[in-house]
């Protein structure tokens, strides 16, 4: 069994969807003219513009969830294994990959927009929501409403909790059932809230955890400041193989950094979408916007410090994949938090492993309430024809129980799986946007023919010829000329 599931994963997580992931980011980049440069200032200013409403969110606070996704152990762990198998060149790379991620992040994030709905008073979209919609696909919808809930709502929380108690013990000694109640306790107070309680937390959380994490970063950096010309010289000349050392591994650099940047910030993946569509906004592209941007937080960012302290402090190893090691500063260990654990202790010594186990903590912690609202909302999708509010309630309690359970033990299968069902998710959702291209592109220019004439944009599908918009075209000019009246 294990086999059978690890050579189904290589094969979903194979190089063809790195390509697939770099080649639809760049295809969108040329399609849109760069949007991720022209519209950087608009980025920042949606962030903070739309409010919340009974039904939908704030910007900031979709963008919180999304990043409570986006940004996971991935930002610690992935960094260390794409420097330790790709050299320090592969971090140019995952810089280039979020930068043309960003525009598949834009259309994802506008078409979640553009075909929500509103259901049980809130709104809910992704994937799903505008296959069925915009490809009038329901099998397909279906199809990846099922992987997700499987993925993101039975074996990847399980597998978060238990880095968080794996932390926690080696830093602190806490016991792994002691982790787990609290986790449990933790999670189900704030998902039992509703996703008013989840964004309302993200919101808090995230841009505490990410900072936090930052400023850490930059007194490693500032310590070391005499090194950062050569670091950053040797970032660039690894990554084109001008390097004396890294210079045979150029194939694994470009590699490597692809993938764990793809893997890091999910542009196109289809996870982002589903907070995206819960923000209250007039014009779907506002939320691309700020949906493109949460892509260079995760890299650009927390990615970015991770690397930064790895590579000032020299604590690394660098050995690609069937070649003898180039780097081996820190002996044979596994590439992963120890390396980031390390680099902290050179500047504040017995501080690394409580800061990684922290760090672990929020990162892991904010990415199980976003799987679980990704859980939630396909399972909503699925079941929307029923009254019953039982499915809500079991999958609560199932969360719970597998975040539990993850603490105590867990499987390498577990993680294998959860990667088929991410994996899955990408090679679904990325085809769907491909072929909804049409109406993306249309949403952007209509929001900049909009501001170009001075205006506030406002969607409306009718006047592009975007069909199946249907809150757009039914609910949203009542509920927008109420908001137009009260104010």
């Not at 294990?2 to 094969?11: A, D």
């Not at 979903?12 to 760069?34: D, E, K, M, P």
């Not at 994937?127 to 919609?133: G, L, M, Q, S």
């Not at 960012?301 to 090691?325: D, H, R, W």
């Amino acid at each position: 069994m294990e086999q059978f599931v690890n050579w189904l994963n290589s094969i979903i997580w194979s190089q063809y969807l790195v390509y697939l992931c770099l080649a639809t980011g760049l295809f969108y980049s040329l399609l849109t003219r760069f949007l991720q440069v022209r519209h950087m200032k608009e980025m920042i200013k949606q962030m903070f513009q739309g409010k919340s409403s009974e039904a939908g969110i704030s910007s900031f606070q979709a963008l919180s969830l999304a990043l409570s996704g986006r940004v996971g152990t991935g930002n610690i762990a992935g960094v260390a294994t794409a420097i330790a198998y790709g050299g320090p060149g592969a971090v140019f790379w995952m810089w280039l990959i979020a930068f043309v991620g960003a525009g598949s992040a834009f259309v994802e994030a506008a078409l979640a927009q553009v075909y929500k709905t509103k259901q049980d008073g809130q709104f809910r979209g992704g994937p799903a929501y505008y296959i069925e919609k915009g490809l009038k696909m329901k099998w397909y919808a279906v199809l990846f409403a099922i992987v997700t809930v499987l993925a993101t709502g039975v074996l990847l929380p399980g597998v978060q909790a238990n880095s968080i108690a794996a932390g926690m013990e080696n830093a602190f000694g806490i016991s792994p059932t002691i982790t787990g109640i609290g986790i449990a306790v933790l999670l189900g107070a704030i998902i039992f809230g509703g996703v008013k309680r989840i964004a309302r937390a993200a919101e808090l959380i995230v841009p505490f955890m990410a900072l936090g994490y930052i400023i850490v970063a930059l007194f490693i950096v500032f310590a070391n400041i005499t090194e950062l010309p050569h670091v950053l010289s040797l970032i660039f000349r690894s990554a084109f193989g001008m390097d004396a050392a890294f210079g045979g591994i150029l194939g694994a650099a470009i590699s490597w950094g692809v993938k764990r940047g793809i893997y890091s910030n999910e542009a196109g993946q289809g996870t982002a979408p589903h907070a995206a569509a819960a923000a209250e906004v007039s014009h779907p592209a506002k939320q691309g916007l700020v949906q493109a941007f949460s892509v260079y937080v995760d890299t650009w960012f927390v990615c970015s410090a991770t690397a930064f302290m790895i590579l000032i402090t020299g604590m690394y190893n660098v050995t690609p994949e069937g070649k003898a090691p180039i780097v081996q500063t820190l002996g044979d260990v596994e590439p992963g938090p120890i390396f980031t654990q390390k680099a902290v202790e050179t500047v504040f010594p017995g501080f690394g492993a409580p800061f990684v186990a922290v760090a672990l903590f929020f990162f892991a912690f904010t990415t199980i309430m976003a799987y679980y609202y990704m859980a939630e909302t396909n399972l909503a999708y699925i079941t929307r024809r029923m009254k019953a509010s039982w499915p809500q309630y079991a999958l609560k309690v199932a969360i719970l129980g597998v975040v539990f359970y993850g603490c105590v033990k867990t499987a390498k299968l577990a993680w294998a799986l959860g990667d088929i069902g991410v994996g899955s998710m990408a090679w679904l959702n990325i085809i769907a946007i491909l072929l909804l291209t049409k109406p993306a592109l249309k949403v952007l220019k209509d929001f900049e023919e909009q501001k170009k004439a001075g205006k506030d944009p406002v969607f409306d599908p009718v006047k592009l010829g975007i069909t199946g918009a249907d809150f757009w075209e039914k609910e949203y000019p009542t509920s927008h000329a109420k908001a137009v009246n009260e104010d």
